[in-house]
């Protein structure tokens, strides 16, 4: 049902759209500021293992009748480990660590959802950004003052470990703190997102602003500046439009995401088309 | 200066020893060349150099804090790393301690990127230019921090004779400024001005004289 646009921004004259709306931008703020090192380190798909592995820990929660938040953190963390683990035995073939624990979180979260009430479950797999209580409001304020705090403090050396981590290693830059501290904070993002947003909404959230910003080609910096841009826009629409429209908003924030990713895409094209056009049609020196 | 005493390491999960008992000095504002083939343990004595790597027997000293850093062009990162050539640059300052870049930083950058003709090209990508120019961004990198020591591990890798040329006459005329330097090569004769040459085989280093004493068919300096 499409609700009245008339009369202002209705809604937020309602409590619960005031919180569920800081909290899309404070976690569209967070996001890419984690989600981007991963897209470059070529991990995007750690980011679904993680999210499968919130689930896992949800399903776990349910089934013990312990908190499903925190469980969902535990899982995550315990994850990240692991991936950590494999992604060191496997070498370069690091991508299979993560498939590892993507199945295997997928197996534990498929075996446990038969016992756990189906309702509980499926607030999960798409979020419940609408019903947030003010205890997760204030851990997602936490989450994203740390993050922030995170990126600013470490931007150029997380950039050095990113071009090379061996020319990092040579500049005395703790490469392996960096890593377990970003990987440590990224597991935390993912869980506490998984409850926010849903744990199928998460791990696009966390790789398709700066996927989006990559297609600009406008350096580092500017990419981490437009992938803040596109998250917030995709964040906060998700919000505004599930009011109006009656949408899932963590669906509908991904929807939008990837809306702006191919508009980026077709933007690029049709700049490459013009300027091929041009250069073709350029005048021909006699010399 | 730096400093090998009886140094040996042996990767963990290898039996076979990279190196053993290597015995060097190498002098303040000295220029060192690095001769030896693939595998011979030329990048094991440069990462133990660089500090990337421990030495599991002997004891080694180096008394540069600033260290610079130049490889080959062919690395992956370069072609597949979103960043402009300002950007890149930037990072030669990036160390252990400093959070941010100040307006000094700022400062240093423009005169790396001037003293290289790279000023117009600041805004370009990495990704975007051509091995010579990169290469050029790269030694910019590895010197807008001032190193006192500058290691350059087969730089030339890949490049055409021209930009081998000037790599070269630049590396020397570094060396005239009073940097220490040490250059591993595939070419003896981009080592003539070196003050002396060490050949790395099979774990083993000695001098280059010793090495062609040996009857290895090298080309002489």
Same mark, same amino acid.
């Given at each position: 049902?499409?609700?009245?646009?008339?009369?202002?921004?209705?809604?937020?004259?309602?409590?619960?759209?005031?919180?569920?709306?800081?909290?899309?931008?404070?976690?569209?703020?967070?996001?890419?500021?984690?989600?981007?090192?991963?897209?470059?380190?070529?991990?995007?798909?750690?980011?679904?293992? /993680?999210?499968?592995?919130?689930?896992?820990?949800?399903?776990?929660?349910?089934?013990?009748?312990?908190?499903?938040?925190?469980?969902?953190?535990?899982?995550?963390?315990?994850?990240?480990?692991?991936?950590?683990?494999?992604?060191?035995?496997?070498?370069?073939?690091?991508?299979?660590?993560?498939?590892?624990?993507?199945?295997?979180?997928?197996?534990?979260?498929?075996?446990?959802?038969?016992?756990?009430?189906?309702?509980?479950?499926? %607030?999960?797999?798409?979020?419940?950004?609408?019903?947030?209580?003010?205890?997760?409001?204030?851990?997602?304020?936490?989450?994203?003052?740390?993050?922030?705090?995170?990126?600013?403090?470490?931007?150029?050396?997380?950039?050095?470990?990113?071009?090379?981590?061996?020319?990092?290693?040579?500049?005395?830059?703790?490469?392996?703190?960096?890593?377990?501290?970003?990987?440590?904070?990224?597991?935390?993002?993912?869980?506490?997102?998984?409850?926010?947003?849903?744990?199928?909404?998460?791990? %696009?959230?966390?790789?398709?602003?700066?996927?989006?910003?990559?297609?600009?080609?406008?350096?580092?910096?500017?990419?981490?500046?437009?992938?803040?841009?596109?998250?917030?826009?995709?964040?906060?629409?998700?919000?505004?439009?599930?009011?109006?429209?009656?949408?899932?908003?963590?669906?509908?924030?991904?929807?939008?995401?990837?809306?702006?990713?191919?508009?980026?895409?077709?933007?690029?094209?049709? %700049?490459?088309?013009?300027?091929?056009?041009?250069?073709?049609?350029?005048?021909?020196?006699?010399? | 200066?730096?400093?090998?005493? !009886?140094?040996?390491? %042996?990767?963990?999960?290898?039996?076979?020893?990279?190196?053993?008992?290597?015995?060097?000095?190498?002098?303040?504002?000295?220029?060192?060349?690095?001769?030896?083939?693939?595998?011979?343990?030329?990048?094991? &004595?440069?990462?133990?150099?660089?500090?990337?790597?421990?030495?599991?027997?002997?004891?080694?000293?180096?008394?540069?804090?600033?260290?610079?850093?130049?490889?080959?062009?062919?690395?992956?990162?370069?072609?597949?790393?979103?960043?402009?050539?300002?950007?890149?640059?930037?990072?030669?300052?990036?160390?252990?301690?400093?959070?941010?870049?100040?307006?000094?930083?700022?400062?240093?950058?423009?005169?790396?990127? !001037?003293?290289?003709?790279?000023?117009?090209?600041?805004?370009?990508?990495?990704?975007?230019?051509?091995?010579?120019?990169?290469?050029?961004?790269?030694?910019?990198?590895? /010197?807008?921090?001032?190193?006192?020591?500058?290691? &350059?591990?087969?730089? !030339?890798?890949?490049? !055409?004779?021209?930009?081998?040329?000037?790599?070269?006459?630049?590396?020397?005329?570094?060396?005239?400024?009073?940097?220490?330097? /040490?250059?591993?090569?595939?070419?003896?004769?981009?080592?003539?001005?070196?003050?002396?040459?060490?050949?790395?085989?099979?774990?083993?280093?000695?001098?280059?004289?010793?090495?062609?004493?040996?009857?290895?068919?090298?080309?002489?300096?």
């Amino acid at each position: 049902m499409l609700k009245s646009w008339k009369g202002g921004i209705t809604m937020f004259r309602y409590e619960f759209m005031v919180i569920a709306f800081v909290v899309a931008l404070l976690l569209g703020l967070t996001f890419p500021l984690l989600g981007g090192t991963v897209v470059y380190k070529k991990l995007s798909s750690s980011g679904d293992a /993680l999210a499968h592995s919130a689930l896992a820990g949800v399903a776990i929660g349910l089934v013990s009748g312990l908190q499903a938040l925190y469980m969902s953190i535990v899982c995550c963390v315990i994850s990240f480990l692991l991936i950590g683990l494999l992604r060191r035995k496997f070498g370069k073939h690091a991508e299979i660590g993560v498939v590892v624990v993507l199945s295997a979180a997928i197996a534990v979260t498929g075996i446990l959802s038969g016992y756990a009430s189906s309702g509980n479950f499926e %607030s999960y797999l798409f979020g419940s950004i609408l019903l947030i209580s003010y205890d997760e409001l204030y851990v997602v304020i936490a989450l994203a003052a740390i993050s922030i705090f995170f990126f600013f403090f470490t931007y150029h050396r997380q950039m050095a470990c990113l071009y090379s981590e061996e020319e990092a290693k040579i500049a005395r830059v703790p490469v392996r703190l960096l890593d377990f501290l970003h990987s440590l904070l990224f597991a935390l993002t993912v869980a506490i997102g998984a409850k926010i947003v849903g744990s199928l909404v998460v791990s %696009s959230m966390l790789v398709l602003p700066t996927a989006a910003a990559l297609l600009l080609k406008k350096g580092y910096r500017m990419t981490c500046i437009i992938s803040v841009i596109v998250s917030l826009i995709s964040m906060s629409s998700g919000i505004v439009l599930s009011y109006y429209l009656d949408w899932k908003p963590g669906a509908t924030s991904v929807g939008v995401a990837v809306v702006i990713l191919l508009f980026f895409l077709l933007y690029r094209g049709v %700049s490459r088309a013009l300027l091929r056009h041009k250069r073709l049609n350029a005048p021909v020196s006699d010399q | 200066m730096i400093e090998f005493r !009886d140094v040996g390491f %042996s990767y963990e999960d290898e039996d076979k020893a990279m190196l053993r008992h290597v015995n060097f000095t190498m002098k303040d504002g000295e220029f060192v060349g690095i001769l030896g083939p693939n595998g011979g343990g030329k990048s094991t &004595f440069l990462k133990l150099t660089l500090g990337i790597l421990k030495p599991n027997e002997g004891s080694l000293t180096i008394t540069d804090s600033r260290i610079g850093y130049l490889s080959q062009t062919t690395s992956v990162q370069d072609h597949d790393f979103q960043c402009t050539v300002y950007e890149l640059v930037c990072l030669g300052l990036v160390d252990r301690k400093k959070l941010f870049l100040s307006r000094a930083d700022k400062e240093k950058v423009r005169a790396a990127l !001037d003293e290289f003709e790279l000023w117009d090209y600041r805004k370009k990508l990495i990704s975007e230019l051509s091995g010579g120019q990169l290469q050029r961004v790269r030694l910019a990198k590895a /010197l807008v921090g001032d190193p006192t020591l500058l290691v &350059f591990d087969e730089p !030339d890798a890949g490049m !055409d004779e021209a930009n081998h040329h000037h790599l070269i006459h630049i590396i020397e005329k570094l060396h005239q400024r009073g940097k220490s330097i /040490l250059f591993v090569s595939h070419h003896p004769h981009d080592l003539e001005h070196a003050d002396s040459v060490y050949f790395i085989e099979g774990g083993e280093l000695i001098t280059y004289a010793e090495e062609l004493e040996r009857g290895h068919h090298h080309v002489s300096l």
